[in-house]
T-cell receptor, first 114, second 108 residues
């Protein structure tokens, strides 16, 4: 069992290019999330999905889009990357409703936009 | 407003000394609070949650509703405790709100 996987591990991207970060979980969790982690700002929620077929905006959604065609996959797309999107991106999942609501995190994708 | 505040960006503690990572929250209603940890080159993972009243790796955290705090404590720091620690709150929409994190550095 892999849990949550993310691809790529790291990427250097030219500004203006389109990029999709992949996230796959095999735990059959209902909910999935995308965060960005920046020094001094902690983890900020970009987009989320409570169940397949639905998505919602988090704290910092601008410049990003997501889709949730099935339970396992939750790709994050940067339509036209900008340098301010340089960050480490974490995908997470959780089984809701749940009295614990623990979120399980992927290993992260380090993205550099030049 | 729903907010989690970790006032310290960096905390350096000598090995064997007590550790306290501060966390304050702002939330109307009964909060559900967590501590997550990220060790070097590892993914973020849950350390403990207040409803379990558990001690994990020697760490404990008590919810103080009067002071709206959920400080993380350990009586004797170990070198392997060096990591990034995030306090987090679950809101009514089942979203996790994270603090900005505190980097704990254990000095030999």
């Amino acid at each position: 069992i892999a849990g949550i996987t993310q691809a790529p591990t790291s990427q250097i991207l030219a500004a203006g290019r389109r990029m999709t970060l992949r996230c796959t979980q095999d735990m059959r969790h209902n909910a999935m999330y995308w965060y960005r982690q920046d020094l001094g700002l902690g983890l900020r929620l970009i987009h989320y999905s409570n169940t397949a077929g639905t998505t919602g905006k988090g704290e910092v959604p601008d410049g990003y889009s997501v889709s949730r065609a099935n339970t396992d996959d939750f790709p994050l797309t940067l339509a036209s990357a900008v340098p301010s999107q340089t960050s480490v991106y974490f995908c997470a999942s959780s089984d809701i409703p749940s009295s614990y609501n623990e979120q399980f995190f992927g290993p992260g994708t380090r993205l550099t936009v030049l | 407003a729903q907010r989690v505040t970790q006032p310290e960006k960096l905390l350096s503690v000598f090995k064997g000394a007590p550790v306290e990572l501060k966390c304050n929250y702002s939330y109307s209603g009964s909060p559900e609070l967590f501590w997550y940890v990220q060790y070097s080159r590892q993914r973020l993972q849950l350390l403990l949650r207040h409803i379990s009243r558990e001690s994990i790796k020697g760490f404990t955290a008590d919810l103080n509703k009067g002071e709206t705090s959920f400080h993380l404590k350990k009586p004797f720091a170990q070198e392997e405790d060096s990591a990034m620690y995030y306090c987090a709150l679950r809101n009514r929409d089942d979203k996790i709100i994270f603090g900005k994190g505190t980097r704990l550095h254990i000095l030999p």
